[in-house]
């Protein structure tokens, strides 16, 4: 398959899937969600001690790279970002339609505002101008008097939201998802691609279980064995309320080179 058609097949899935994220979730304070990852077939995101693993093929990373292109904002947590230094940009595109192409406005959720000052998402729209400075969510507990003293995340370009005390969680003073969502919709984010990693993902299944927050799951399945040392998505999810298991609804799937890609219903 030639690059341009793998391009057209990646917008073709998503026009395809995107009536299961237009489903109605009742909940308009918050923007739509599509809650995204790669995944082994042992089901890991990520190899020994969390090192990270190219999982997906050219095909399905052009999936990804259009995923990015057709969201307002880009989310994952500051594990992620120590862990990977992640760039979360649209690279892959059709050659002659950079123009049109738009970069997701990156969100990191990080408490207690542990994100390197070198990390890419910081230091890289110094030099591309089309990438965006990161949105830091952070806890109100968070020391941002720092941010005043020495002048550092927000003078780098960065803008810090601090959640107050009642829109974080009590005992681990975490952001708590549906005000972050909410406050990121005042923003003008209509709908943000969640990227994980691990506790992300299982936060927002957490709460989808509560309150069906996120609209469609987009799952990438590589022919890679990772084994156990791996870091599964879902490693720490324990489901309540009754369910052993969460049975995915309007499944459909399609091949991306060697890879499965899997979108869903939560
Ligand atoms: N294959 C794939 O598609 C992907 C794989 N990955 C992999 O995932 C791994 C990183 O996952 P993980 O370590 O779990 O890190 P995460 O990226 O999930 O970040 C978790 C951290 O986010 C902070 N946080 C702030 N608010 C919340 C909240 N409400 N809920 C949950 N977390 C919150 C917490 O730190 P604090 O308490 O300090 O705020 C928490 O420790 C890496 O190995 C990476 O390679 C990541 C993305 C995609
Ligand atoms: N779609 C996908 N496939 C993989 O194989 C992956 N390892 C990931 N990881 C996610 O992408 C981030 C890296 O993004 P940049 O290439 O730096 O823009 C990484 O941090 C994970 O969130 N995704």
Known sequence: ????????????????ISYIHNTDNSLPEIPKITLTFAQSIDGKIS???????LLSGQDSMILTHHLRSVHDGIMVGVGTVINDNPKLNVRLFEPGTEKNIQNPQPIVLDS??????????ITLPKTNKLSKYPWIVCGH???????????ILEELGATVI????????????RPLIKHVLNELKKRGMDNIMVEGGSNVIQEF??????ERI???????????????????????LSLKGGLNCLKLKNVDYERFGDDIVMASEL
């Open 205 to 210: 299944i957490r709460k989808h279980i509560e």
């Open 47 to 53: 190899g020994k001690n969390s090192s990270q693993i």
């Open 214 to 236: 996120v609209n469609v799951l987009v799952v990438t399945i590589a022919p890679v064995i990772v084994g156990g040392d791996g870091l599964g998505a879902t490693d720490s």
């Open 141 to 151: 507990a968070a020391d941002t008097s720092k941010i005043k003293e020495e002048p």
């Open 112 to 121: 207690k505002l542990r994100i390197p000052e070198n990390c890419a998402l």
């Open 162 to 173: 601090k959640m107050e005390k009642p829109e974080c969680c009590l005992s681990t003073g």
């Open 1 to 16: 398959m030639t690059n341009v058609n793998k391009y057209l097949k990646a917008k073709e899935f998503w026009s395809r």
